[in-house]
């Protein structure tokens, strides 16, 4: 038996204003060939299927044409909602999905063990604080972190306890949306469970599963023997333009899984770019796109010493008027030195605003008007709240 592990697909993703839908559609192409070839018989989907909980009509149709060649190569997809995704837009086609071997998990309450063959697999979606903790007032902020580790871990224990019994000849698969320690992260995670405090111990799942498929971080890695990040399948920030993308494959050999991860080919090289106005053009201009791929997508910035409007007309009319088969500038700086040391100065941050997350930003602020660390601690919590409310309502 062979099983696909994916996650993070974000279905719809823009990267500064630009759609990378042709990105997805190259990860399909090679995913259906793959699954082809091998005779996959099981896809995993661990969370974030889209960008956002609001998907495009594009996205959505992206969606159901990729269900539709799994169906039609009869095999059987498990997909679980990640932080991006919303409940009730996953969980909608439910019941017609089932008719047809689709099983999707929004929420706990939806969640129960798929057997398929020897593999009995538990699919366990992002979880919320409600599903996970119960804060009381006099609780530390140690405790309360404490709280939510120790409740994840509960019910993926409980999960394993029930399951085990129930099946106790078969290899066991946990799915989940969380965030393990000791991960290597990207710019395009979006932080869930207070931060990143609540992160998870490898050894707490020790001994409760067989595997357990991971979604939620882009990079693919490794955490311990048994627990693993697919990553996504496609670049989905700048930070990631050299990583390696793809899918865990996983085969039932002699009564254990083994786990492979396999690279997609890159279909479009992400580059950063950086200088004077000068270097930068030259440099832009010495990229050739390599046959058959995507338009390379940029991330510009162009450093230069002293402040002068002249370079910024410049700068500007070459933006305007630039075009190319070869490169695409998706996101673009323009920085001033001497004006930067000036603002730093004025400000007394060692920080450029810009490069901080609006979490960062927030406890900058409320630090400078109380030190209690108990109403510091409740004042983060509410405000990643707010922040994950916001998000999903874009």
């Known amino acids: 038996m062979k099983i696909i592990h994916t996650a993070d697909w974000h279905i719809g993703k823009q990267l500064h204003n630009i759609d990378l ?20 018989d099981l896809v995993l989907v661990s969370g974030d299927i889209f960008d956002t909980s609001v998907p495009s009509n594009q996205a959505r149709k992206q969606y159901f044409n990729l269900l539709t060649s799994l169906v039609k190569l009869q095999i059987k997809v498990i997909l679980t909602a990640g932080n991006h995704d919303s409940i009730s837009n ?56 404490e709280s ?20 106790p000849q078969h290899l066991l698969i946990a799915m989940g949306h969380l965030f393990m ?28 599963f067989d595997y357990v498929a991971l979604g939620h971080i882009h990079r693919p890695q490794r955490i311990s023997d048994t627990v693993r990040y697919s990553g996504s399948p496609i670049p989905l920030s700048f930070s990631e333009r050299d ?17 492979n991860f396999v690279e997609i080919p890159k279909m479009r090289d992400f580059k950063k770019v950086s200088g004077t106005f000068v270097e930068v053009k030259e440099k ?63 400000l007394q941050i060692d920080q450029n605003i810009a490069e901080m997350n609006p979490r960062n930003v927030f406890i900058k602020k409320i630090t ?27």
């Open 21 to 40: 839908h042709e990105d997805f559609d190259h990860f399909v192409k090679y995913f259906l060939e793959f699954i082809i070839k091998e005779k996959v």
């Open 90 to 145: 996953i969980e909608a086609p439910k019941e017609i999905l089932e008719y047809l071997d689709i099983y999707v998990v929004g929420d706990m309450d939806s969640v129960k063990p798929i057997t398929f063959g020897e593999v009995t697999i538990i699919p366990i979606p992002f979880l919320y604080d409600k599903d996970v903790r119960k804060i009381v007032a006099e609780q530390s902020e140690l405790n309360r972190v």
């Open 148 to 167: 939510v580790k120790q409740g994840i871990v509960n019910l993926f224990q409980s999960q394993s306890a029930t399951v085990r019994q129930a099946y």
């Open 181 to 208: 320690q000791g991960v290597k992260e990207s710019e395009s995670e979006r932080d869930i469970q207070v931060g990143k405090l609540a992160a998870i111990e490898s050894e707490r799942f020790d001994n409760l």
């Open 243 to 259: 990583d390696k993308k793809g899918f865990v494959v996983l085969e039932c050999l002699n009564g254990k899984l083994e786990s």
């Open 284 to 346: 832009i201009e010495a990229f050739v796109k390599p046959e058959n791929q995507l338009p390379i997508l940029l991330d510009v910035e162009i450093i230069e010493e002293k402040e002068d409007s002249i370079v910024r007309i410049e700068v500007n009319d070459w933006l305007t008027r630039y075009k190319s088969a070869q490169c695409v500038i998706a996101n673009f700086k323009l920085k001033f030195v001497n004006t930067e040391n000036a603002i730093k100065s004025l």
């Open 368 to 394: 400078e008007e109380t030190s209690d660390t108990e109403d510091l601690a409740l004042m983060g919590e509410s405000f990643d709240e707010l922040l994950e409310i916001a998000l999903n309502e874009k």
